[in-house]
């Protein structure tokens, strides 16, 4: 398989730079931020006081060591610097949309463009980086939305319901996006409870449908309980929000009449496989 590549448009970057800028992140963001480096990005959220997600992004450091570049939604990058200076306060940061900078993906084997990195969710991936816009292109963006779907791994708001669904049940701890060694951040509490007292009752899983959906998306057991819902699709495959209880018990589901199954990703082994 050669090398994909592609620019990603309904991606963003912000700056986040200045004197302030690594103690500013690292108390409002799940992950680590003293551990990002230009050879390590990482994958983290911005939650709710409750817990519940509200942004995600790849956060890159910024080549004049400085501060940050965020990866983030296109459509929310604007909502996501509100947020962010709104916790500003008295720090010493500025928060700068980059319209000149652009995200980009590739996969594949073979080698990877210059000043690419590894994907900090899943090496499986493949790299992520940010580079001045027009860059040419093997693949599109659709083909790296399939592939991301077919590894099981959400795509922001698209997959992941804004201030409804907590940072866990996205898989956050199993795909790095969270440190629980870090120390505080908002939402932090109610995010280590459920990792150390509590299971994961609802969780975003890869799911294969046998048909186009429809309107509803809402999966269903044949007797007609929810068991969850359709998320971001694409040709076929999708990610699906679901009640943990019917995938351990294997229980056959349906989205609008037509059977769904769900996949166990690989890096999630201890979900029962509910095509067993």
Request: aromatic share 6%; net charge negative; charged share 25%.
């Amino acid at each position: 398989m050669a090398v994909h590549l592609t620019s990603l448009p309904d991606r963003a970057v912000l700056e986040i730079k200045g004197p302030d800028a690594v103690p500013f992140l690292q108390g409002l963001v799940t992950n680590d931020v003293t551990k990002v480096s230009p050879a390590t990005p990482a994958w983290a959220a911005l939650l709710s006081p409750q817990g519940k997600y509200l942004f995600d992004f790849l956060l890159f450091a910024n080549e004049g060591g400085d501060g940050f570049l965020l990866d983030a939604e296109a459509g929310r990058a604007e909502m996501l610097a509100k947020r962010l200076t709104m916790y500003r306060l008295r720090a010493h940061v500025e928060i700068t949309p980059r319209r000149d900078l652009a995200v980009y993906a590739a996969w594949g084997d073979g080698p990877m463009p210059e000043n690419a990195v590894a994907d900090p969710r899943l090496p499986a991936l493949g790299t992520r980086w940010i580079a001045a816009p027009g860059l040419e292109a093997t693949a599109t963006p659709e083909d790296y939305d399939h592939h991301r779907l077919a590894l099981g791994v959400p795509d922001g708001s698209r997959d992941i319901a804004v201030d409804k669904m907590l940072w866990l049940e996205a898989n956050a701890a199993e795909l790095n996006g969270v440190d629980f060694r870090k120390g505080c951040y908002v939402g932090q509490e109610n995010t280590a409870r459920m990792y150390h007292r509590s299971k994961v009752r609802k969780r975003l899983l890869p799911v294969r449908l046998s048909a186009e959906p429809g309107e509803d998306p809402t999966l269903r057991t044949p007797d007609g309980k929810d068991a969850g819902e359709l998320r971001s699709h694409r040709d076929g495959l999708g990610l699906a929000f679901l009640r943990m209880e019917y995938v351990e018990q294997r229980s056959p589901l349906v989205l609008g009449g037509t059977p769904v199954e769900v996949v166990t990703p690989v890096w999630l082994p201890e979900v029962p496989d509910a095509g067993a």
